[in-house]
């Protein structure tokens, strides 16, 4: 297993702590194991840009291959819009979060409860509290961190990397995907 | 101890010393009695007192815990685990700890507010004598001169000296308040909860004591809404003048400056510069001081060289206050027992010989604990260093900044230690290429904690390096504030507060707290703009105030020229430093009071209820940092005001949020028929977090809807919450069918849109009530 350690130096979590993404499979096989997933996209995955495509982009993708509800925090809803995404929900970071702790919550969708959620793009520190929040008071949900910066608090995070590496991770779980789509 | 259980009750005493009338007292306390107001039910609360309302208010906002660490530390018995639901070895579960650290919190935040007025009155008291009368703006007619005082305590100070037994009663709750979080104290989250808003409005107490004491003592405004404009910004000190630099909340030293330059003729040949809220207390006292900046300028200009003495009093200065002063052969003067320093106390010393020692370098600095000294010494000092000190006058040249930055192996240490995640390396990568312009622009974003340099591993100055690359930015900042007003005035609420509770106004918005933003400070100026133009009433204060005087309007006015500082529809009111925060809480209340008619006097829960349910208010800090800021947030909580705060703000490790899919969570009591109504949320959170300035906006016209609103104020709120929605999301709401409640409350431009919407979601017209969570209101305001 190899070292992840928090973006931010002094974000040091505690006794339960991420599992480091090493393979973009990990992410696969956890969504194939999902019944009832969620993403949830943030500010910044509009503001990303020394990578080929935004962050926001490849969730799009994301969230059609597996296919997931998507909720867009901050004020970003639009952004899906104008890019063709159907189906985003729009709510803060942590009303989101707040009730994903909730056993009894009936879903965006009236389906229930999810048992996955995947962050991509919140504001570090955000983020970690919100996944904080989950990991103490949701244990009927895993929670995934796409973001290229380490977070402690979720059940799988990508480790700390550079924008090149991270897009070369994440274009492979949109390939993945596409080849569990195609039943390949 | 606060409940009147024994009474000595004298009609009349006439003695050869005295004559007393109607004088009651209760357990120490003295209770005025020839006030026709009625005694309320909650004189000086206890701990427990209110937790009854508060619990109404925790039953609707429950709070969402986001614990900053798995464990407890607090005790030997530790480290605890406290993951999914284990329990330390004292029983406490994550919950409990986490509500538990909100209170240190809290009870940090309202003990050094406290502690300020204990301060600031004895000190008052000394000088201008116990009975010196209290006046916040009786000439403008204000005769509810101390809401907060009048509600929590049911008295009526006029003296200073009245001001004394209110500081013992907030002193023994606040020592309560931190007993409960010792190991085998209080055990349950929402019994915390409860005592963090016994911390929240013990804060708001103590603030009001503070700030009516040098209003009427210092002769500060008084509640002027044309309150004289100072300058700010580093731009406007003169750089040919010795510079004295302040810095902290805590006034009296600075105003001893100010009086000793007067005293001594040099009134005009020093300048008198402070950051963070002794200057805004400083510019209230005299128009000639200047601020420099919030909190986050600290190291910035002490870095510049320019301050030739820095004077320190209490709250929110950097520790290494002195670190850094020696770097620059700045002498420091600490001039309270709470922050000393290290330095030697020299009060009894004679000033000449802690002038000679200062300026000749020997000491780094002096700890003088008599105001009228500091006042004496920091301008001696001044003027005997700055011919000295040319040569300081300046941060690295770009040539040393350049060969620093070749030292970066780009481990991105620095990126990791800040706050912002600002993207350092590349700015430090360039610097080394010549190119200092990304280092210029991260001093927009940068908050001055310095974090950087403190991780980087092969000692490259960032921070300075950024203050150099802008130090055409530091030296163009000037701008004007226009000093805190203080109050709000009597008459000021009679011509407001019908259409705020009736929702005419769309609501009050009070910008307040630290400089921790996410992106800079200028996001707090265009918010501010946004609702001042949207004909909100805008508040502010501290170094929220100081940040919205960056912004200019097309003519190079800055907001506070551009707009009236009255406490009406499109104003911008900076009512001071952060104790006076206490009048933004009491304007609130004052409407309950003073439109309508309400008994103030004792009346905590009733006074609330009105508030929560009518008066649309809402707080944003957007940059909290401290405990202060905290126990400000919980004062205003108890009231049933909510209050946002940027992304930072999470890490107060708990929100108070309110689930709009909760049907059951939004009825209240209509107090005419004692039926249960359904309102919708509204307000629908209590404490809440934003990610960015354009969500913090919809949230806050969202957060301005109250159950009372008219059909009209419900419309207007509606449209501005609508429209900005609209503006910053390019799309419709989601939740107008909950906020809707009649067809004519739709705006009407927007009506055939929000028809179609309202029809997909079943909605159907619903009743106004006249809105109460007290079972006990039903039936009573009729009856009247």
């Known amino acids: 297993m190899i070292r992840a350690e928090p973006w931010q130096t002094a974000e040091i979590s505690g006794s339960m702590r991420a599992i480091p993404i090493t393979k973009p499979d990990v992410i696969v096989a956890a969504i194939k194991r999902s019944r009832h997933p969620i993403l949830i996209v943030g500010y910044e995955a509009v503001q990303e840009d020394s990578t080929e495509a935004k962050p926001i982009d490849y969730a799009i993708q994301i969230a059609e291959l597996i296919p997931a509800q998507t909720v867009a925090t901050s004020h970003i809803i639009s952004e899906f819009a104008r890019r063709g995404a159907k189906e985003t929900s729009t709510m803060p970071i942590l009303d989101i979060a707040n009730r994903l702790k909730d056993p009894e919550w009936k879903g965006l969708d009236g389906k229930g409860q999810y048992d996955l959620a995947i962050f991509l793009g919140i504001q570090y520190n955000l983020e970690w509290v919100a996944l904080s929040g989950l990991k103490h008071y949701a244990p009927h949900l895993k929670t995934i961190s796409l973001d290229r910066y380490h977070q402690p608090h979720a059940t799988w995070s990508f480790p700390n990397m550079t924008p090149e590496d991270w897009e070369h991770q994440i274009k492979t779980v949109v390939a993945l995907l596409e080849d569990e789509r195609h039943g390949s | 101890m606060p409940r009147k259980d024994v009474h000595l009750r004298l009609e009349e005493l006439k003695t050869d010393l005295t004559e007393i009338k109607g004088l009651e007292i209760a357990i120490g306390r003295i209770i005025e009695e020839e006030w026709a107001e009625p005694m309320g039910p909650t004189p000086y609360p206890s701990v427990t007192t209110l937790r009854e309302w508060d619990q109404k208010l925790l039953k609707k906002y429950k709070p969402m815990y986001l614990p900053y660490c798995d464990s407890c530390c607090l005790c030997t018995m530790g480290k605890c685990d406290l993951t999914r639901g284990k329990r330390g070895a004292c029983g406490l579960d994550m919950s409990s700890q986490q509500s538990r650290i909100v209170l240190l919190a809290a009870s940090m935040g309202s003990a050094t507010h406290t502690s300020h007025a204990r301060h600031l009155v004895e000190h008052l008291i000394n000088k201008y004598g116990t009975d010196f009368p209290l006046d916040v703006g009786k000439s403008v007619g204000i005769e509810v001169e101390a809401p907060l005082i009048r509600l929590v305590c049911g008295v009526r100070p006029r003296t200073l000296g009245d001001l004394e037994p209110i500081l013992g009663y907030l002193e023994s709750q606040i020592t309560q308040l931190l007993a409960a979080t010792h190991t085998g104290q209080e055990g349950n989250a929402l019994d915390f909860e409860s005592k963090v808003f016994h911390a ?92 420099i900046g919030p909190i986050s300028w600290q190291l910035r200009y002490i870095r510049s060289g320019i301050p030739d003495v820095i004077v320190v009093d209490e709250q929110c200065i950097r520790s290494d206050v002195l670190v850094e002063a020696q770097k620059t052969r700045t002498p420091v003067i600490a001039s309270s027992e709470k922050n000393c320093l290290g330095l030697r106390d020299r009060t009894d010393h004679e000033a000449g010989e802690i002038v000679a020692d200062l300026v000749n370098g020997k000491d780094p600095g002096a700890l003088l604990l008599d105001p009228a000294k500091v006042g004496e010494v920091a301008v001696r000092v001044a003027v005997g260093i700055a011919p000295q000190r040319t040569r300081f006058k300046a941060v690295p040249d770009i040539a040393e900044t350049v060969k620093e930055a070749k030292r970066c192996t780009q481990c991105n240490d620095c990126r990791r230690a800040c706050p912002n995640n600002m993207p350092i390396p590349e700015a430090i990568n360039e610097a080394a290429r010549g190119n200092i312009n990304k280092l210029a622009d991260l001093y927009d974003v940068c908050i001055g904690c310095d974090r950087c340099e403190s991780a980087c591993p092969n000692h490259i100055r960032v921070h300075t390096a950024i203050a150099r690359a802008a130090e055409g930015k530091l030296r163009g900042e000037r701008s004007k504030i226009r000093v805190g007003r203080g109050a709000i005035q009597d008459v000021e609420i009679r011509n407001v507060g019908a259409p705020i509770v009736l929702g005419e106004i769309p609501g009050v918005i009070a910008l307040v707290g630290c400089a921790n933003y996410p992106r800079g400070g200028r996001e707090v100026a265009e918010i501010a703009h946004e609702f001042i133009k949207r004909r909100y009433i805008v508040v502010s204060s501290g170094c929220s105030a100081m940040s919205i005087a960056v912004e200019k309007d097309s003519e190079g006015k800055s907001l506070y020229e551009a707009y009236p500082g009255t406490f009406e529809a499109g104003g911008l009111i900076n009512v001071g430093s952060c104790v006076s925060n206490a009048h933004i809480a009491g304007a609130a209340i004052k409407i309950a009071n003073i439109f309508a008619k309400r008994s103030l006097r004792a009346n905590y829960e009733e006074i609330a209820d009105y508030i929560h349910n009518r008066v649309g208010a809402v707080g944003l800090a957007w940059g909290a940092i401290t405990q202060k800021a905290a126990s400000i947030a919980s004062g205003f909580w108890r009231l049933g005001v909510p209050v946002v705060v940027g992304p930072h703000g999470s890490k107060y490790r708990r929100m108070l949020l309110g689930r709009r899919d909760k049907e059951e969570d939004w009825y209240v009591y209509d107090a005419r028929t004692g039926g249960q109504v359904y309102t919708g949320p509204a307000p629908e959170h ?72 309202l029809k997909e979601s079943n909605w159907q017209e619903r009743p106004t009530p006249d809105p109460t969570l007290l079972l006990r209101m039903i039936g009573v305001r009729k009856a009247k």
Do not use: W
Not at chain 2, 727 to 749: C, H, W
């Open chain 2, 200 to 291: 929240g409005m013990l804060d708001l107490v103590g603030m009001e004591v503070a700030d009516i004491a040098q209003i009427s003592a210092l002769g500060l405004p008084k509640a002027d809404p044309e309150a004289p404009l100072a300058e700010i910004g580093a731009g406007t000190v003169d750089l040919t003048k010795p510079t004295i630099l302040v810095i902290g909340h805590n006034v009296p030293s600075a105003v001893e400056i100010i009086d000793h330059l007067d005293k001594s003729g040099l009134q005009d040949k020093v300048e008198v510069t402070g950051i963070c809220c002794t200057a805004h207390d400083l510019t209230r006292y005299d128009q000639r001081a200047k601020i």
């Open chain 2, 686 to 757: 209590l404490f809440c977090t934003a990610e960015t300035k354009e969500e913090a906006m919809v949230m806050m016209a969202k957060l301005c809807l109250r159950p009372n609103d008219t059909t009209k104020g419900r419309m207007i709120k509606l449209s501005n919450y609508i429209d900005m929605h609209r503006k910053f999301y390019g799309v419709m709401p989601d939740d107008l069918q909950q906020y809707v409640r009649r067809e004519s409350e739709i705006p009407i431009t927007m009506k055939d849109e929000i028809i179609k919407i």
